[in-house]
């Protein structure tokens, strides 16, 4: 079993829909959690970070880590084309050097 | 203000060359990985290190060596390329201390075996 399971999709909603992608794990020692968002042919770029459970909010995206049931979530508001890209999920462990990272779901935004 | 570079962007071998992969960062991290991207297995750690000079392996290390002979520097090589080594390379960094910071990305190198 991986450590981190991620559903690939792909999703593809219409603009302004809410987007919702989800992540689980399962090691229990996970502390940090982040999003990263990722364009063809382009390195992740981090979206949101979380530690340890409760939800953040910024913009139109907003990131929930749930330590009990070991899930995570991310959601779009209002998305745009823009929002149009592959999402990974990624966590580590309060003293670890690596990150472990969800295979990415791939979005698309229909105008 | 460049953050990561990797260099080449693209790259096509034949099975049995040899070839190093560089990632430069100019935002002085201690910290700096390597990975690699397959559709479906996301990414995978290959090698990382925490400081010049050092250097650990990590998820998938088999058919690859690295070197951090310069804090801003950090060199991937395959020395007998085999077509299973297809596939997109990113490099990252993060500062150390804050457990917090996550990694900085290059935007990959995309390497074809023959």
């Known amino acids: 079993q991986k450590e981190v399971e991620q559903d690939p999709g792909p999703l593809s909603v219409p603009e302004g829909a809410i987007v919702s992608l989800n992540c689980t794990y399962s090691n229990s020692a996970f502390q940090y959690f982040m999003w990263y968002r990722q364009y063809s042919r382009k390195g992740p770029e981090l979206l949101m970070y979380t530690y340890s459970s409760g939800n953040k909010e910024d913009g139109r995206f907003t990131a929930q880590v749930d330590k009990s049931s070991k899930y995570i979530s991310l959601f779009i508001r209002d998305s745009q084309p823009s929002d149009s890209a592959t999402y990974l999920c990624a966590m580590r462990v309060s003293t670890g050097n690596q990150f472990y990272f969800g295979t990415g779901t791939s979005l698309t935004v229909i105008p | 203000n460049a953050g990561v570079t990797q260099t080449p962007k693209f790259r096509v071998l034949k099975t049995g060359q040899s070839m190093t992969l560089l990632c430069a960062q100019d935002?002085?991290?201690?910290?700096m990985y390597w990975y690699r991207q397959d559709p479906g297995m996301g990414l995978r750690l290959i090698h990382y290190?925490?400081?010049?000079?050092?250097?650990a392996k990590g998820e998938v290390p088999d058919g690859y060596n690295v070197s951090r002979l310069k804090k801003q520097n950090f060199l991937l090589g395959l020395e007998s390329a085999a077509p299973s080594q297809t596939s997109v390379y990113f490099c990252?960094?993060?500062?150390?201390?804050?457990?917090?910071?996550?990694?900085?990305f290059g935007d990959g190198t995309r390497l074809s075996i023959l």
């Open positions: 990252a960094s993060r500062p150390q201390g804050d457990p917090s910071q996550p990694q900085h």
């Open positions: 935002m002085n991290h201690e910290y």
């Open positions: 290190s925490v400081g010049e000079g050092t250097t």
